[in-house]
C-alpha cells in the first residue's frame, strides 16, 4: 500500500490468510513480541505525545470458547491496557460491537472490556463481506479512554483482495 510500511504476520499453515498493520509513512514505530498463544501482531507507535500499543489479532471462527483460549485473552489484556488498541478479526459476535447476537467469545470481550475499562470503538458497520455479499460485523476495535476519546472508526471500500474489509483508526 503506497505510503505505509505493512507488518505482517503470514499464516503458515493452511497457506492463506494472515494478519496485517499498516502504518503511515514517517510515523515511528517497533514491532513487539507478545507472549500469548493467540494469533497477534504487536507494534508499539511513536507519537510525540505518546506511545500506543497496537495488538491486531486473528482468531478462527468456532462456536466454542476453551480455557487455554480464554485464558490467552485474559493475559493479552492484562499486558496491553494501558495506552492500547486491541482490534482484529476475532470472529466474535456481540450487540456491543453491532452484531444482532452474540457469542461465548463475544461476551468475553464485552467482559475485559469492562473489567479494564476500555471502549469499543465500532460504529456496527460490517466488515466481512460473506459468501452471499451481507457484511458482518466480526472484525472489532477496543481502545483505552486515552486513546478511544480521539480514535475514528471507518471501513475502508477496497478490499484490497481479501474477504474483509480495511478498518481505518
Known amino acids: 500500500i503506497d505510503g505505509y510500511s505493512i507488518e505482517r504476520l503470514d499464516r503458515e499453515k493452511g497457506g ?3 494478519l496485517a498493520v499498516c502504518i503511515r509513512n514517517g510515523i515511528s514505530y517497533s514491532r513487539l ?22 495488538v491486531n489479532v486473528y482468531h478462527r471462527p468456532r462456536n466454542t470458547l476453551d480455557e487455554e483460549e480464554e485464558a490467552a485473552y ?6 496491553f491496557n494501558r495506552s492500547a488498541i486491541i ?20 461476551r468475553l470481550l464485552e ?3 469492562d473489567e479494564y475499562n476500555m471502549v469499543a470503538l465500532n460504529t456496527g458497520a460490517g ?5 452471499d455479499g451481507d457484511l458482518s460485523p466480526i472484525d472489532i476495535a477496543m481502545a483505552t479512554p486515552n486513546i478511544a476519546r480521539s ?7 477496497d478490499q484490497l ?3 474483509h474489509l480495511p478498518v481505518i483508526i
Open 74 to 79: 485474559r493475559q493479552l489484556f492484562r499486558a
Open 16 to 18: 492463506r490468510g494472515g
Open 87 to 106: 482490534l482484529g478479526d476475532f470472529n466474535a459476535y456481540h450487540t456491543i460491537f453491532g452484531a444482532d447476537k452474540s457469542d461465548a467469545r463475544g
Open 151 to 157: 480514535a475514528g472508526w471507518a471501513v475502508h471500500n
Open 127 to 131: 466488515t466481512h463481506i460473506k459468501r
Open 33 to 54: 513480541q507478545h507472549l500469548t498463544a493467540l494469533e497477534a501482531v504487536v507494534i508499539r507507535v511513536k507519537l510525540q505525545s505518546k506511545d500506543i500499543t497496537v
Open 161 to 163: 483482495g481479501s474477504d
Open 111 to 113: 467482559e475485559l472490556l
